[in-house]
C-alpha cells in the first residue's frame, strides 16, 4: 500500500475543508446544480472519448496509486546474480526448476531454461514490456483527460449560472451575491477534482509505469547475460548501470 498517496489526499481535503472553515460554512460550497454539471459533464466526456472495455478499467487503475508498491530495482538485481550464480555453477538448465516469484523474470527464466535464442528471448519479452507500455498509457490517459475535462465543465457551469443570474437581475444585490456564488463553484469543483484526485493520480501512475518498465528491463539484460554465460559479477556491474550511483555496489565489494 502507497501511504503517501492516502496522505496526500487526506491532506488536500483536510486544507480545503479547514479553509473552508476559517471563513464560513462548509453549507455554502454545496451545490448540487454545481455537482451536477462538473460530475456528470466530465462523466459523459468520459464515456464519449473512450471505449466501455478501457473505462472498465479506470476505478482498479485509480485504486492502483494506493495499494501499489514500486518494485525495487536493488532486489531485483540480487535476485538475477543468484541466478546468474547457480546457472554458472550448475548450467542454465538448472534454471528451469528455480522458483522465481515475479511472474515476468519468471517466463525470462523459463525462455533461458528452454535454450531459446538471445534474440527470441528479446523479442518475446520486448512485446510483453510494450503491451503493458500500452495497457498503462491508456489509463493514465483517461485520468489526464478527466483532469483537462475538470476545469472546462466547472467554466461551463460557471457560464450557465451567470446566464440565470442576468436573467434576474431585478433580484437585488444580496440575490445577485448569492447567484454569483453559485456560479462560482462550479469552477471550484472543477479546480478541485483536476488538481487534486486526478493530475496527482497520473502523475503517480506514472512513476509506478515507469519503475515497472525499469525493472522489465533489467531482467531483459540481466537474463542475456546468462544466456551468454557471462560471469554474475560482470553482469552485476551491467545491471547496477541501471541504479544510481549511490545504490550500486562497489567494486571492492
Known amino acids: 500500500m502507497d501511504i503517501a498517496t492516502v496522505i496526500g489526499l487526506v491532506l488536500g481535503i483536510a486544507s480545503i475543508i479547514g479553509s473552508i472553515l476559517a471563513g464560513g460554512t462548509l453549507g455554502a460550497f454545496i451545490d448540487a446544480p454545481s455537482i451536477i454539471v462538473v460530475g456528470g459533464g466530465v462523466t459523459a466526456a468520459v464515456f464519449v472519448k473512450w471505449p466501455m472495455a478501457q473505462i472498465k478499467t479506470l476505478m482498479p487503475v485509480y485504486m492502483k496509486s494506493i495499494f501499489n508498491t514500486a518494485p525495487?530495482?536493488?532486489?531485483?538485481?540480487?535476485?538475477?546474480?543468484?541466478?546468474?550464480?547457480?546457472?554458472?555453477?550448475?548450467?542454465?538448465?538448472?534454471?528451469?526448476?528455480?522458483?522465481v516469484?515475479?511472474?515476468?523474470?519468471?517466463?525470462?527464466?523459463?525462455?533461458?531454461?528452454?535454450?531459446?535464442?538471445?534474440?527470441?528471448?528479446?523479442?518475446?519479452?520486448?512485446?510483453?514490456?510494450?503491451?503493458?507500455?500500452?495497457?498503462?498509457?491508456?489509463?493514465?490517459?483517461?485520468?489526464?483527460?478527466?483532469?483537462?475535462?475538470?476545469?472546462?465543465?466547472?467554466?461551463?457551469?460557471?457560464?450557465?449560472?451567470?446566464?440565470?443570474?442576468?436573467?434576474?437581475?431585478?433580484?437585488?444585490?444580496?440575490?445577485?451575491?448569492?447567484?454569483?456564488?453559485?456560479?462560482?463553484?462550479?469552477?471550484?469543483?472543477?479546480?478541485?477534482?483536476?488538481?487534486?484526485?486526478?493530475?496527482?493520480?497520473?502523475?503517480k501512475l506514472k512513476f509506478y509505469s515507469e519503475s515497472e518498465l525499469l525493472k522489465m528491463n533489467i531482467v531483459i539484460a540481466g537474463i542475456l547475460g546468462i544466456v551468454a554465460g557471462e560471469n554474475p559479477r560482470v553482469i552485476r556491474e551491467k545491471l547496477d548501470s541501471f541504479l544510481p550511483p549511490a545504490q550500486r555496489v562497489k567494486e571492492e565489494e
Open 72 to 99: 525495487e530495482p536493488i532486489a531485483i538485481i540480487e535476485r538475477i546474480q543468484q541466478l546468474a550464480d547457480k546457472a554458472r555453477k550448475e548450467s542454465v538448465f538448472a534454471l528451469e526448476n528455480e522458483p
Open 101 to 203: 516469484e515475479d511472474e515476468f523474470m519468471q517466463k525470462a527464466v523459463k525462455l533461458a531454461a528452454d535454450n531459446r535464442p538471445p534474440e527470441v528471448i528479446t523479442s518475446i519479452l520486448q512485446l510483453e514490456i510494450d503491451a503493458l507500455g500500452d495497457r498503462h498509457k491508456t489509463g493514465i490517459a483517461i485520468l489526464e483527460n478527466v483532469a483537462a475535462d475538470g476545469p472546462a465543465f466547472g467554466m461551463i457551469g460557471t457560464l450557465i449560472g451567470l446566464v440565470i443570474m442576468l436573467q434576474n437581475l431585478s433580484g437585488g444585490p444580496e440575490e445577485l451575491g448569492k447567484s454569483m456564488a453559485v456560479a462560482i463553484l462550479t469552477t471550484f469543483y472543477g479546480a478541485v477534482l483536476a488538481n487534486l484526485f486526478a493530475n496527482p493520480v497520473a502523475n
